[in-house]
């Protein structure tokens, strides 16, 4: 059992308004089955997520949060423009964003963006890869996966990792509850987190700095599904999330 993970080179800087598909399928032949994986940055780019600074104006709660944690007021406001719940305050602002995904910084970004300019997530990932998978199938004949991935830190972990935070035609999760491990044992709680998994091995070949690669094809696995998915499928019940529970005491205490 194997797969090849196949970096799509050549791809322009990408500006508002251009199809990335299209570019996508210029450098490289895409076969039934492969999951393409792209890099929020360019979706968002191409969807025209980019600001300035200087042009957000700091709405009230920005002006207090700023005035707590010593803050530009203005990116405090970029921030909360996508966030639906502040979990953390400080040292950094830690949010659950309007999609869904909990994140530092709502995933406003100004790296790998030209100077001066800042960068929104996609407003709704598994949208942006729906559009991307349908029109990819569509210049391809192919069935295609999607994943929109991300970088995001982990709590309990030094260094960034790829994330899935949006899909197409895939499961987010594989279930193994029910299988036997090596020894018979009915397995219980085991679920993989495929999207994920496969979105960190494509960051390996993305990387995080000049390097320009922002997709990536997944070839020799098939988890290719006609059924609807939606990355939201990752996400713990709230009921379940104890972590969460947890940093709302803490932020109602301070």
């Keep these: 059992m194997k797969f090849e993970a196949i970096a799509v080179e050549n791809i322009p800087l990408i500006q508002d308004g251009d199809d990335l598909p299209s570019i996508i399928c210029e450098n490289i032949s895409l ?9 929020s940055t360019v979706v968002a780019k191409a969807e025209g997520e980019t600001f300035r600074l200087e042009d957000v104006p700091a709405g009230e709660k920005a002006l207090e949060i700023a005035a707590r944690i010593g803050k530009d007021a203005r990116f405090i406001q970029a ?3 996508r966030s639906r719940e502040i979990l953390v305050e400080r040292p950094f602002m830690l949010v659950t964003t309007l999609s869904g995904h909990t994140c530092v910084n709502a995933g406003v970004d100004e790296s790998n963006i030209e100077h001066g300019f800042l960068l929104y997530p996609p407003k709704d990932p598994d949208r942006s890869a729906a559009r991307l998978g349908k029109k990819l199938e569509e210049l391809t004949g192919k069935e295609l996966s999607v994943i929109v991935t991300d970088t995001n830190g982990r709590a309990f972990k030094i260094g960034q990792t790829g994330v899935a935070i949006g899909i197409y035609k895939i499961k987010p999760i594989k279930r193994w509850i029910g299988e036997k491990d090596l020894f018979g044992k009915v397995l219980e709680i085991t679920e993989e987190a495929v999207a ?10 993305m990387g995080e700095g000049a390097g320009g690669i922002p997709a990536v094809a997944i070839r020799g696995l098939d988890y290719y599904c006609e059924d609807d998915t939606c990355i939201k499928e990752t996400y713990r019940p709230e009921e379940q999330d104890f972590i969460k529970k947890g940093l709302r005491c803490l932020q109602r205490k301070s």
Excluded: F, S
């Design 31 to 39: 076969q039934d089955r492969d999951i393409v994986i792209i890099a």
């Design 79 to 81: 921030v909360l423009a």
């Design 196 to 205: 994920d998994e496969l979105a960190g091995a494509a960051n390996l070949l």
